[in-house]
């Protein structure tokens, strides 16, 4: 029987050694796992351990502390230590596939807004060819590809999106996935669009009795503000007579978008 050779890791700080000082981020992790392949190394406790072992002291010192990275606990992770260091410095590896996907997102959202399932459909094909495969290979989490999807979406819908996403589902740590995102955004591009709760009331009132429309006006009367728009609402003859509705102008409004949770 054939046995390969097993080869020893490089010693630290020699020529062949790969080196992390918190550049190069993504050319240091292909170098590295190719020596640790080679070395027949899959023990996830001692792939984390060279991780750090071939890093500078000042990133030991800035991220060894963390549970992902800590050499002297065990139980650890291969895939999470990964992710962390991409958290922490994947930024500064402008050539990182996480970076270039990071940079086509925030270009996405200059697109104009979706007036179709269709063009939703191909802003969500685009996305997930490009962000599935950094999923699988553990440079960015489910949570930060999910986020993202939201902050793809053009500028001019974030508004409204926001509105229709819980308001404890609208950060990083917790964000609505991709599925209910996507599902938002259908709606929002169809010809019928989803209506806000005091849109709906609105409406209802339009198809009530006399009797109970006079109600309803009083009602809405009460999240009125100084400042009014006027909805023409033409109907048929045959059903109700054409009236107008006297609307709050804050239904035309949306707040600021937070710089923290959904920017544009």
């Not at 500064?92 to 996405?108: N, T």
């Not at 100084?226 to 048929?236: G, N, Y």
Request: overall charge positive; glycine content about 4%; hydrophobic content about 40%.
């Amino acid at each position: 029987m054939f046995l390969h050779p097993v080869y020893p890791m490089p010693i630290p700080r020699t020529p062949e050694a790969p080196c992390f000082n918190g550049h190069n981020l993504s050319e240091f992790m292909n170098v590295l796992e190719s020596h640790l392949s080679r070395a027949q190394i899959v023990d996830e406790d001692i792939r984390v351990k060279y991780l750090m072992r071939y890093s500078t002291d000042a990133i030991r010192q800035a991220v060894g502390c963390l549970p992902e990275l800590d050499r002297s606990r065990t139980g650890k992770s291969w895939e999470e230590a990964k992710i962390v260091l991409h958290d922490f410095y994947g930024y500064l590896d402008e050539h990182s596939p996480r970076a270039k996907f990071l940079r086509w997102v925030q270009s996405a959202a200059d697109h104009p807004m979706f007036v179709s399932k269709a063009q939703v459909n191909t802003y969500y094909l685009d996305f997930m060819s490009r962000g599935q495969s950094l999923l699988d290979n553990a440079q960015i989490s489910k949570k930060d590809l999910s986020f993202a999807f939201i902050q793809g979406a053009p500028s001019s819908m974030k508004a409204t999106l926001r509105e229709l996403i819980p308001e404890e589902r609208r950060n990083r740590s917790m964000p609505y996935t991709i599925k209910n995102t996507l599902a938002l955004l259908h709606s929002l591009a169809s010809p019928v669009p989803l209506m806000s709760p005091s849109s709906k009331a609105v409406m209802n009132t339009v198809f009530q009795s006399p009797a109970a429309r006079f109600q309803g006006a009083a009602s809405l009367s009460k999240i009125g503000t100084h400042e009014t728009r006027r909805l023409s609402l033409k109907l048929s003859t045959r059903t109700l007579p054409q009236m107008a509705i006297t609307l709050p102008s804050s239904m035309f409004r949306h707040p600021a978008l937070p710089p923290h949770n959904l920017a544009g």
